[in-house]
């Protein structure tokens, strides 16, 4: 709430006490003086004049310079870890709060679920615990996974790596058939990212070697503790069919489940448009 209270009394300096002007080191209400334009300016500026916020103590004008300084340099390490994220275009707009959670039921429910891992991050860390998105095609999973990483990295500064498996796969067999091709700080960096999403695991049929491939990656996470979280259309009972035991028991470990169903959104989508 603005308390400017009072009226202005052209060329009066006057102290007053506004509710939402606080020092933000210290907490004291400052004080505020009326600066009337004179009318030259009025005109160049488009109004009448403004408030002057008195500093508070030297030594808070110091600290709130360096908080200043210091959320610009948050805000441009939150930048930096976008850039990084392998996020497309597309993605890096996918939020919660542009999520329909009341889409249904399932929607609900994945979306509270979603909310709790994000509350409980720290232990999450700690602990390595992941996601694993399950569900049909367009039912929301890679837009709600990429949202809580988008939060994560926004409002904790997570270091965060997007990754899709057939993507992954595609640049291993790269590098297999090529052995000049280096991706091996690539390879470190799905291995060790603070939080890994892995979207759209078991999108091709797994030979051995895929199999061989993408449990190097997940017992590598899981050993360390590194949270993952996975999309697929793969429910728990067909994990190990097509991924193998040893693979998806360490993700069944790993990981809370949750479940989207319902029509393909982006059909829908197409189908309202018409
Ligand atoms: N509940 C929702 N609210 C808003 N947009 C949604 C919702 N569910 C899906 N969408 C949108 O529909 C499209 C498809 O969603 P998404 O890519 O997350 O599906 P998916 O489950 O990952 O599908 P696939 O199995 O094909 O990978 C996206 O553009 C996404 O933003
Ligand atoms: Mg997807
Ligand atoms: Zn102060």
Same mark, same amino acid.
């Given at each position: 709430?603005?308390?400017?209270?009072? +009226?202005?009394?052209?060329?009066?300096?006057?102290?007053?006490?506004?509710?939402?002007?606080?020092?933000?080191?210290?907490?004291?209400?400052?004080?505020?003086?009326?600066?009337?334009?004179?009318?030259?300016?009025?005109?160049?500026?488009?109004?009448?004049?403004?408030?002057?916020?008195?500093?508070? =103590?030297?030594?808070?004008?110091?600290? /709130?310079?360096?908080?200043?300084?210091?959320?610009?340099?948050?805000?441009?390490?939150?930048?930096?870890?976008?850039?990084?994220?392998?996020?497309? +275009?597309?993605?890096?707009? *996918?939020?919660?709060?542009?999520?329909?959670?009341?889409?249904? +039921?399932?929607?609900?429910?994945?979306?509270?679920?979603?909310?709790?891992?994000?509350?409980?991050?720290?232990? /999450?860390?700690?602990?390595?615990?992941?996601? *694993?998105?399950?569900?049909?095609?367009?039912?929301?999973?890679?837009?709600?996974?990429?949202?809580?990483?988008? @939060?994560?990295? $926004?409002?904790?500064?997570?270091?965060?790596?997007?990754? =899709?498996?057939?993507?992954?796969?595609?640049?291993?067999?790269?590098?297999?058939?090529?052995?000049?091709?280096?991706?091996?700080?690539?390879?470190?960096?799905? +291995?060790?990212?603070?939080?890994?999403?892995?979207?759209?695991?078991?999108?091709?049929?797994? /030979?051995?070697?895929?199999?061989?491939?993408?449990?190097?990656?997940? /017992?590598?996470?899981?050993?360390?503790?590194?949270? $993952?979280?996975? $999309?697929?259309?793969?429910?728990?009972?067909?994990?190990?069919?097509?991924?193998? @035991?040893?693979?998806?028991?360490?993700?069944?470990?790993?990981?809370?489940?949750?479940?989207?169903?319902?029509?393909?959104?982006?059909?829908?989508?197409?189908?309202?448009?018409?």
């Amino acid at each position: 709430m603005s308390g400017s209270s009072g +009226k202005r009394n052209r060329g009066e300096a006057r102290v007053l006490r506004l509710d939402d002007q606080v020092c933000p080191h210290c907490g004291r209400e400052l004080q505020a003086e009326w600066d009337e334009f004179p009318p030259a300016l009025q005109k160049k500026y488009g109004k009448p004049g403004e408030w002057y916020y008195h500093p508070c =103590t030297p030594e808070c004008e110091k600290k /709130n310079e360096q908080r200043e300084w210091e959320l610009m340099r948050r805000d441009a390490r939150i930048t930096a870890l976008k850039e990084r994220s392998g996020l497309s +275009k597309r993605m890096k707009g *996918y939020a919660l709060d542009n999520f329909d959670h009341q889409l249904s +039921k399932s929607a609900e429910k994945a979306f509270a679920k979603a909310m709790d891992y994000i509350m409980s991050w720290k232990e /999450n860390r700690e602990d390595g615990r992941g996601l *694993y998105f399950c569900g049909d095609v367009g039912t929301g999973k890679t837009h709600l996974a990429v949202a809580v990483m988008n @939060e994560l990295m $926004t409002r904790k500064r997570v270091p965060s790596l997007f990754v =899709t498996v057939p993507e992954l796969l595609d640049n291993m067999r790269g590098a297999y058939n090529d052995p000049g091709r280096d991706i091996d700080e690539w390879m470190d960096s799905v +291995k060790n990212a603070d939080l890994l999403l892995l979207d759209d695991l078991g999108a091709e049929r797994a /030979n051995e070697w895929v199999r061989e491939r993408i449990f190097v990656i997940v /017992n590598h996470r899981y050993r360390e503790e590194l949270p $993952t979280i996975f $999309t697929s259309n793969i429910g728990p009972r067909d994990l190990a069919a097509q991924l193998g @035991e040893r693979t998806a028991s360490r993700i069944i470990a790993m990981c809370d489940w949750i479940s989207l169903e319902g029509e393909d959104y982006r059909e829908a989508e197409v189908r309202r448009g018409l």
